[in-house]
């Protein structure tokens, strides 16, 4: 399998002589070439027919040009139509897809990595991401091309490098959330005029973001294009879900955001930030005496204290909410559903509600449903909209009180074999008798998309160990609900760190 927990992502390097190098740098280095996109675009016109469309988006990342090149030139190996979405977010990309009717769309990418990453995600024809099994499919494929002895002529190769199509992805975007900012006015609030200062990471909603805001009362100052790069100490990838900060401590920030920010009275929302692709965004909220990150859960939390009528709410393993009882103090009749890691397996549980619906990571991720231009509605994770949201909720008068959070602490074990860790062999085995014999009975399971996912849980406490999909980590995932005591939790975490450490990482 050469696909992560959210596509391919890695180093950009220059191509390699081979398309078995160019495979082989991406398992053994996490390294992405221009010739290892041609193989993708390749392998993915395989499982399309001929003159099917795909379309390509991609954010600002220098090496990208090369890889859109490249992708291009595999799609049209197999005769695809390749469509250029051009310069946008994650979620423009998504709408493009169905707003062009593409069977296929691809946003080269790396989320909130490092710009010298690159990488892509895949979606269907109806804007849900790549499941495993495709993903195993498609890499399957790309093995067995690479182990053909075949070669193309540079000059053919240079004139299949062009799109048949060209649409503005990133045009498309900003007339939806214009859209969406109405509709989610009508069913919660139009948002209180405030101001806040708005980091979208230098992504594609660094130029137009703000002036959207702005028109509909939000004074939203941009402060990302002052950014060297992109992701470059900015944005909601260089933030934590549980970051906090005296005012002293946020003025000496390396964080472009959060060195900007100034005293504001405790409770006030004073800035927003989104990742590079633009799918996911934190807030930052004042304190008593600073500001901490509002993160996806508590993000999720205004909404549906503003809500009514029937929700269905899926939240990840990391998330809070999936702990916490008092969901039932809310107005909306509540549906819940704990999932994988990822946003593709929040709207795999959502896919097929029949009301209103929220999915929830604490890393700033929200998957809500949005109006598709084909009639009906979507689900997407769109940093903009969530942001959006948000404000609406907010804006909502005489709601329930907020949820009262409990303990959370995530440990990642680096340089491990991943290989050694499956979730259930002799190691999971042991992991599990050694929790039990400090917390108690505990149920074991497992997670669709989570392969190697183990997770131990009891009343109020839970325990997930799975590893990265991307790097050579194994993260252990501590949650336990207010009013429970965490000594002992804390203490066997601990000691299933240094177990794995010593089982796990090869000196």
């Excluded at 890889?67 to 051009?86: E, R, S």
């Excluded at 269907?124 to 991401?129: S, T, V």
């Excluded at 929220?358 to 997407?380: F, K, T, W, Y």
């Amino acid at each position: 399998m050469l696909f992560g927990t959210d596509g391919i992502r890695g180093k950009i390097v220059p191509s390699p002589g081979c398309d078995e190098d160019a495979i082989r740098d991406l398992q053994e280095n996490r390294a992405v070439s221009p010739r290892l996109m041609r193989l993708v675009g390749e392998a993915l016109s395989r499982i399309l027919n001929p003159s099917d469309k795909i379309i390509i988006g991609w954010d600002e990342r220098p090496g990208n040009t090369k890889l859109v090149q490249h992708l291009t030139q595999g799609l049209h190996l197999n005769d695809c139509k390749v469509i250029h979405a051009g310069n946008c977010a994650t979620p423009g990309l998504h709408n493009a897809i169905l707003e062009t009717g593409s069977n296929l769309g691809c946003m080269i990418t790396a989320s909130h990595n490092p710009v010298t990453d690159s990488g892509i995600k895949v979606f269907d024809h109806e804007g849900y991401k790549t499941g495993p099994s495709l993903e195993a499919e498609i890499s399957e494929i790309m093995i067995q091309l690479a182990a053909e002895d075949r070669e193309w002529d540079e000059d053919y190769l240079e004139e299949i490098s062009t799109p048949d199509f060209s649409f503005n992805a990133n045009l498309a975007h900003q007339e939806l959330l214009i859209v969406r900012l109405a509709e989610l006015s009508s069913i919660f609030a139009p948002p209180d005029s405030n101001s806040l200062l708005l980091d979208c990471s230098k992504g594609a909603g660094t130029s137009w973001l703000s002036s959207i805001l702005t028109e509909f009362g939000v004074i939203a100052e941009e402060i990302s294009h002052e950014a060297q790069a992109l992701n470059q100490n900015c944005g909601a990838g260089e933030l934590s879900p549980t970051d906090s900060w005296t005012w002293a401590e946020a003025a000496n920030s390396n964080h472009l955001l959060i060195g900007k920010l100034t005293p504001r009275p405790a409770g006030e929302v004073i800035a927003a930030a989104l990742d590079g692709d633009g799918d996911r965004c934190l807030f930052i909220v004042s304190t008593q005496d600073g500001c901490e990150v509002l993160d996806g859960d508590g993000m999720a939390d205004h909404i549906l204290r503003a809500a009514n009528g029937k929700w269905h709410l899926a939240a990840s393993i990391e998330s809070d909410l999936s702990l916490v009882s008092s969901l039932s103090r809310l107005n909306a009749d509540l549906q819940f559903t704990q999932t994988a890691v990822g946003d593709r397996w929040l709207s795999l549980a959502l896919r097929d509600s029949e009301c209103s619906v929220i999915g929830v990571e604490d890393s700033g991720h929200l998957v809500m449903s949005a109006p598709n231009p084909n009639g009906g509605r979507c689900l997407v994770g769109d940093g903009a909209a969530s942001l959006i949201a948000v404000l609406c909720a907010m804006a909502v008068r005489d709601k329930p009180q907020p949820f009262e959070k409990g303990f959370k602490q995530r440990i990642s074990i680096k340089d491990t074999n991943r290989s050694l860790w499956t979730g259930d062999n002799l190691l999971a085995d042991e992991v599990e008798k050694m929790t039990c014999e400090t917390l108690g009975p505990m149920k074991r399971s497992r997670l669709n998309g989570e392969p190697n996912l183990m997770l131990l849980e009891t009343d109020g406490i839970s325990i997930g160990i799975r590893n990265s999909g991307t790097q050579a980590k194994t993260n252990v995932s501590l949650r336990i609900a207010p009013g429970i005591d965490s000594t002992n939790s804390v203490k066997i975490t601990q000691q299933i760190v240094q177990y794995l450490t010593a089982a796990l990482v090869e000196n």
